[in-house]
């Protein structure tokens, strides 16, 4: 969800003229300037070279600019970026400059690779907006859309209400996950507030958000977006890539933060082309479908991502039960 919400605050920022989509990043984010792309060698002995292009606001947006997350980067370029050490930075600014130091994976604007990107619009917003990224997601969007149980950190008298992680033991049984059921991850000290993930939200809160996208950026009387806005986002910004479809998914293209169905005729599951949305990393998706007029939201909260191939098995089952 965060990422969603990341990319409806950039657009905001858009429609006040606040930023353009062909803004050089380093424009805000100076240590972002003159990056390098990894052409080879080892994390001991990387061979670089000069990005042609600068990194923009759109290459963010549709995760073109080269950064990534590591799921099919080569393991040395993967190891810069551990070096790094991320995301134990102690804020934006110093997560930005540690991003700063680790190479490309890509020329900017030519290669989709998940990763970074959302996480550093969330720094430009900070920037631009001179508001803290928690404070400016309250006042512009969650406030406004009365998303209540939407926020970085859970309040104390909300923490029984979280839904745990599960993973499934050498046995198969179903069980905790440690690490992502800390108390100290929904504390108000935890970490970065990041533009990439963090968000804590309820079924109820995320479906009124997709619903105000689904209506063209407005719900009870509330515009967080123009229309235009939206029309913008939801369609395919990677048709001119020579790999336009992301992670392989030939029926897909990528909008300015969402996934967008392109070519049902080469979906492996029903749908509508001009659905959109995103998944999360805890086996989580909502499906926004303009032409059904539907949103579908699943919170499985199961790792590993997607286990059991759920998604093709909720899509199904929800797009089976439409009539007329």
């Known amino acids: 969800m965060t990422k969603l919400v990341t990319s409806t605050a950039v657009l905001q920022l858009i429609e006040e003229g606040k930023l353009k989509l062909t803004d050089r ?20 002995a990387p061979v ?5 292009a600068p990194i923009t606001i759109h290459d963010l947006l549709t995760h073109t600019a080269g950064t990534f997350y590591g799921f099919n980067e080569p393991p040395e370029l993967v190891k810069l970026q551990e070096r790094a050490a991320i995301w134990s930075a102690p804020n934006l600014e110093e997560f930005v400059a540690r991003v700063a130091t680790i190479p490309l994976a890509d020329q900017p604007g ?47 008298a909300k923490r029984s209400r979280i839904a745990r992680i599960h993973i499934r033991d050498a046995a ?20 970065l507030r990041m533009g990439g993930a963090g968000l804590y939200s309820t079924a109820g809160d995320y479906a009124r958000f997709a619903q105000m996208l689904l209506n063209g950026g407005h719900l009870d009387g509330t515009r967080i977006l123009g229309r235009k ?6 369609r395919d910004h990677l048709a001119h890539l020579a790999q336009p479809h992301p992670f392989g998914a030939v029926e897909q293209g990528f909008g300015l933060g969402v996934r967008v169905v392109t070519d049902l005729r080469r979906s492996p599951t029903l749908g509508s082309e001009g659905c959109f949305g995103w998944d999360g990393y805890a086996t989580t998706t909502v499906q926004i479908d303009p032409r059904e ?24 089952g929800w797009y089976s039960t439409l009539e007329n």
């Open 25 to 44: 990043v380093d424009q805000y984010l100076p240590a972002l300037k003159n990056p390098k792309v990894f052409t080879g060698g080892t994390a001991d």
């Open 48 to 52: 670089l070279a000069d990005a042609r």
């Open 110 to 156: 030519t290669t989709f690779h998940y990763g970074l990107n959302t996480d550093i619009l969330g720094a430009v917003i900070e920037k631009v907006s001179g508001q803290s990224l928690d404070a400016f997601f309250q006042q512009r969007i969650c406030g406004p859309l009365a998303m209540t149980d939407t926020a970085f950190w859970v309040p104390e």
């Open 172 to 191: 198969g049984q179903l069980v905790l996950e440690p690490v992502e059921n800390s108390d100290e991850r929904c504390g108000p000290t935890h970490g």
């Open 229 to 234: 806005s939206v029309e913008l986002m939801t």
């Open 293 to 316: 007029r539907t949103v579908a939201i699943i919170l499985y909260q199961h790792l590993p991502f997607n286990d059991g191939d759920v998604f093709p098995l909720f899509t199904n």
